[in-house]
T-cell receptor, first 112, second 117 residues
Framework: AQSVTQLDSHVSVSEGTPVLLRCNYSSSYSPSLFWYVQHPNKGLQLLLKYTSAATLVKGINGFEAEFKKSETSFHLTKPSAHMSDAAEYFCVVRGNAGKSTFGDGTTLTVKP | KAGVTQTPRYLIKTRGQQVTLSCSPISGHRSVSWYQQTPGQGLQFLFEYFSETQRNKGNFPGRFSGRQFSNSRSEMNVSTLELGDSALYLC????????????????FGPGTRLTVL
């Protein structure tokens, strides 16, 4: 069985300040982990993925995430938030059978 | 390369009717998955098709069904619509060529917004 917990349903930051979106996972084997972003009325766009290679993963638009097996975490970070980053973010765990489990999402608000 | 396309983008139906949604994956992708997204339940997995066979299935009633054609295009059907079926239905495709299917990221379409009145 696998599960994902996004620890914050809403995060609010000021433009130019760091972003931290937290994700913990549970899996009985080594999973693949992904972060997706969804802008209003749009589909999901892949930000980055972890598939058992480097534990620090760099994605698009300046985002990165670090896989920490001991903490079962895969937190998403960005050094400096931009207004265009305002969206909903989903952490996803994908198991060997190819089934994806999504977190409940974190809404990021960026204040000017 | 064209992305995942879904048709129609918007649908309005009444209770009791049935509906068919279509998804065309990225060229070369053989796996197609369907998800339901609602404000209350979030993103929930419906089913996945690979090479015309259903490979995974979520916890939805039998009113929800799907199929995949030889060109990897997929359709999902919802019969006897209920008010609670109002949602954004997302389709995702993946290349799925590695032996470890979890490695393959999914690419999502824009979704079909279904409203049941």
């Amino acid at each position: 069985a696998q599960s994902v917990t996004q620890l914050d349903s809403h995060v609010s930051v000021s433009e130019g300040t760091p972003v931290l979106l937290r994700c913990n996972y549970s899996s009985s084997y080594s999973p693949s982990l992904f972060w997706y972003v969804q802008h209003p009325n749009k589909g999901l766009q892949l930000l980055l993925k972890y598939t058992s290679a480097a534990t620090l993963v760099k994605g698009i638009n300046g985002f990165e995430a670090e896989f920490k097996k001991s903490e079962t975490s895969f937190h998403l970070t960005k050094p400096s938030a931009h207004m265009s980053d305002a969206a909903e973010y989903f952490c996803v765990v994908r198991g060997n059978a190819g089934k994806s489990t999504f977190g409940d999402g974190t809404t990021l608000t960026v204040k000017p | 390369k064209a992305g995942v396309t879904q048709t129609p983008r918007y649908l309005i139906k009444t209770r009791g009717q049935q509906v068919t949604l279509s998804c065309s994956p990225i060229s070369g992708h053989r796996s197609v998955s369907w998800y339901q997204q609602t404000p209350g339940q979030g993103l929930q997995f419906l089913f996945e098709y690979f090479s015309e066979t259903q490979r995974n299935k979520g916890n939805f009633p039998g009113r929800f069904s799907g199929r995949q054609f030889s060109n990897s295009r997929s359709e999902m059907n919802v019969s006897t619509l209920e008010l609670g079926d109002s949602a954004l239905y997302l389709c995702a495709s993946s290349l799925d060529v590695t032996s470890v299917s979890s490695y393959n990221e999914q690419f999502f379409g824009p979704g079909t917004r279904l409203t049941v009145l």
